[in-house]
């Protein structure tokens, strides 16, 4: 059963009345009311059943002089910090709403689950909102619903409540572990991402929030997904920390006789951005990088370490990596260093790495990297996601549970050794017009304790469309890396070079494998 806002239907009553009406609909009409107890099962039947019934949208009831609310104004309205849910219960875990309004123009109905496993609705109440400068009359709203949320936790002192996640907007959401600032962003789905009749974005229409405990350090909240072709039951369980562990349950259904087939189902969906960095530097810019994340990090169910840089590309760039199963991706942020940046507001050394490890076997699959042009680093523009070979057919559930870890200075690594710097163009001698130079420095336990003459190999490859026409490896002694260079020659400029390099130690690996693709001109 999908709701129906009763602010149209109750304008004419008092304000008053109005919030007693308000009321009784709600629990009506809310399928998990105070005398049934809430389970993932039941959640889980009501995406099933939805999936069943052909896409409703939902009917726009957002006021008129809240649609027209600019950025600047929006940004006027917060949230009263005294009004955040269990603040007056003095528990561990808060939670503070976001507004409707401007660009968040879809609302989100959120519930609480107290010990009991009752649920009851958290209504609208403009009380709990300073609205700045702004003009509004909320008495004319009645229960407009949420924006999203943000959930507190004392993660760098025990004095102050942090904000560790949000949940605003489709079904994106982005958490951050202690000494970080929110970069990346993750997401219940991406659907049409690549191919298809353009993307489609699934949102999280609503929340329940399970009451935790005093001595509680993980809260749980459930979420239902909707859209025109799929639908979802979302189980998350949030562990703030040095790292913030999100572990993630999901049923997922194909909607009966959608409209158009789906082209790309994008599993546990990352979204970044990348401006610049060594490999792709600025000429104008002060800062020597822009970006949330640095490269894609992957792990087969065989067990090779992948990793591409990212890039900045003039056209949009799809690439993926096929496998039979799946151990492990993530977009990350190697670099923590300041002085890479030498940003002092956005502190994108502080950006988080976002680490995703699936729980039991996903099967084959692939995992899909998109990236494309963007005017500004305020503008994402990397996404990565696993699109597994078989989906189920409608009204059979697609159920995957997996981990994700938001990781700062300590995060997933490969067991051996790993890329820790990617540098292109020329140095004393220029390079011809089809030649591109490659610098990758390679660091970690497998190579760090190795003598300067250790017979350490460089094993690189390309495509038909690449010649390797020189490369050396040696130890880098100022950085205590070892060091790969080499030229590439690319044969036919209509089409890409694909390129591959790892280092190998008397015939066995000892570090992941570096891939990169030069595009076409």
């Not at 920390?241 to 993630?248: A, E, R």
């Not at 044969?491 to 591959?500: A, D, I, K, S």
């Amino acid at each position: 059963m999908r709701f129906f806002s009763p602010v149209h239907t109750t304008h004419l009553l008092s304000p008053a009345l109005r919030r007693w009406v308000c009321a009784v609909v709600w629990l009506v009409l809310t399928p998990f009311a105070h005398a049934q107890v809430f389970t993932f099962n039941d959640l889980s039947a009501r995406a099933h059943q939805l999936a069943q019934q052909p896409y409703q949208a939902a009917k726009p009831t957002l006021p008129d002089e809240l649609k027209a609310l600019n950025y600047d104004q929006y940004r006027d309205i917060r949230f009263n910090p005294e009004r955040a849910l269990w603040r007056k219960d003095k528990l561990p875990f808060e939670v503070m709403f976001f507004h409707l309004g401007s660009l968040q123009t879809e609302p989100v109905l959120i519930n609480e689950i107290d010990a009991q496993g009752k649920t009851r609705h958290i209504g609208f109440d403009a009380n709990e909102f300073n609205y700045g400068k702004n003009t509004l009359t909320p008495s004319r709203w009645g229960d407009t619903g949420f924006g999203g949320f943000r959930v507190h936790f004392p993660i760098n002192t025990p004095a102050y409540k942090d904000e560790v996640v949000v949940f605003l907007g489709a079904s994106y959401f982005r958490a951050v572990g202690a000494q970080q600032t929110y970069g990346l962003s993750a997401r219940g789905l991406a659907i049409d991402t690549v191919g298809g009749q353009g993307e489609e974005f699934p949102r999280f229409s609503e929340f329940w929030l399970q009451k935790p405990s005093a001595q509680a350090t993980s809260l749980v909240i459930y979420a239902l997904m909707e859209s025109k072709r799929a639908t979802g039951a979302y189980r998350f369980e949030v562990t703030p920390g040095s790292d913030t562990v999100i572990g993630v349950q999901s049923n997922l259904y194909l909607r009966a006789n959608p409209t158009t087939p789906v082209a790309t189902w994008g599993i546990a969906p990352l979204t970044s951005m990348y401006m610049f960095g060594e490999n792709q530097p600025s000429r104008d810019d002060f800062r020597p990088e822009v970006h949330d994340s640095d490269g894609l990090m992957v792990v087969t169910g065989e067990g090779e370490w992948l990793w591409r840089p990212l890039t900045h590309p003039k056209h949009t760039s799809t690439t993926s990596f096929g496998m039979t199963s799946l151990r492990g991706f993530g977009l990350m942020q190697r670099d923590r260093q300041f002085a890479s940046y030498e940003d002092t507001e956005a502190r994108y050394e502080r950006r988080p790495s976002a680490w995703i490890t699936p729980k039991g076997n996903w099967g084959a699959g692939r995992v899909e990297l998109m990236q494309w042009n963007a005017p500004d680093e305020a503008s994402d523009n990397v996404v990565a996601y696993w699109v597994p070979a078989q989906w189920p057919q409608p009204g059979q559930p697609l159920t995957l549970t997996y981990e994700l870890r938001w990781q700062g200075q300590q995060q997933q690594r490969p067991p051996s050794s790993w890329v820790t710097q990617t540098r292109t163009g020329r140095s004393f001698h220029a390079l011809a017009a089809d030649e591109q130079q490659f610098v990758i420095d390679f660091a970690g336990p497998a190579l760090d304790s190795l003598a300067a003459n250790a017979a350490v190999k460089a094993v690189i490859s390309t495509n038909s469309n690449g010649a390797i026409v020189e490369q050396n490896v040696y130890r880098n002694e100022p950085n205590n890396t070892w060091r790969v260079t080499f030229k590439v020659k690319h044969l036919l400029g209509t089409q890409p070079v694909e390129l591959r390099a790892f280092l190998q130690l008397d015939n066995n690996t000892v570090s992941e494998t570096w891939t990169h693709v030069i595009p076409q001109q």
